[in-house]
T-cell receptor
Framework: GAGVSQSPRYKVTKRGQDVALRCDPI?????LYWYRQALGQGPEFLTY????????KSGLPNDRFSAERPEGSISTLTIQRTEQRDSAMYRC???????????FGQGTRLTVV | EDQVTQSPEALRLQEGESSSLNCSYT??????LFWYRQDPGKGPEFLFT???AGEEKEKERLKATLTKKESFLHITAPKPEDSATYLC??????????FGAGTTVTVRA
């Protein structure tokens, strides 16, 4: 596609449920980043892939959060046993190469009730 | 740990009133420094990349500069459409991309 696509755009889930957020990067982009952004704050790093390899997951808050990119393209961020504090905007970005600018999707607004 | 600090948090300008935003950073080896613009409800939009001290980039009324410890985004004769949050990000040698909290710029006509 022309840009980074994230789905769903909005997700409301009940506390304790698992959710999966999807990111479809720009075609041919090898690097993919996941961020979480609170209102009025900058994006907070969660994890980063180069092709299918997860290079850095130091920003994942706890073991309820995981991410994968099995074929080096589409990525899924999974949150298990969601809690209210997980409510946020989750953003995905991709870059053509590791050291080039990253382009962001529109984000997924997650609300845990 | 990599740190990015942006100042001021908010900036209110009159149309035509030039100003500068600051991004100071500490990183274990800088691969690149990126500036983004973010409008309400949208994802960050890429503006510039700077790779080495002394480098400058320009786009319309925006000019970004880089030293070994900080970067400046200069806005010359701003217009209301320049109102946005401007984000600075640094990429370390391990390719991790870390963002600052942003500066929200409001330009009044």
């Amino acid at each position: 596609g022309a840009g980074v696509s994230q789905s769903p755009r909005y997700k409301v889930t009940k506390r304790g449920q698992d959710v999966a957020l999807r990111c479809d990067p720009i075609s041919g982009h090898v690097s993919l980043y996941w961020y979480r952004q609170a209102l009025g704050q900058g994006p907070e790093f969660l994890t980063y892939f180069n092709y299918e390899a997860q290079q850095d997951k130091s920003g994942l808050p706890n073991d309820r959060f995981s991410a994968e990119r099995p074929e080096g393209s589409i990525s899924t961020l999974t949150i298990q046993r969601t809690e209210q504090r997980d409510s946020a905007m989750y953003r995905c970005a991709s870059s053509l190469e590791q050291a080039t600018e990253a382009f962001f999707g529109q984000g997924t607004r997650l609300t845990v009730v | 740990e990599d740190q990015v600090t942006q100042s001021p948090e908010a900036l209110r300008l009159q149309e035509g009133e030039s100003s500068s935003l600051n991004c100071s950073y500490t990183v274990s080896g800088l691969r690149g420094l990126f500036w983004y613009r973010q409008d309400p409800g949208k994802g960050p939009e890429f503006l510039f990349t700077l790779y080495s001290a002394g480098e400058e980039k320009e786009k319309e009324r925006l000019k970004a500069t880089l030293t070994k410890k900080e970067s400046f985004l200069h806005i010359t004769a701003p217009k209301p459409e320049d109102s946005a949050t401007y984000l600075c990000a640094v990429q370390a040698m391990d390719y991790k991309l870390s963002f600052g909290a942003g500066t929200t710029v409001t330009v009044r006509a």
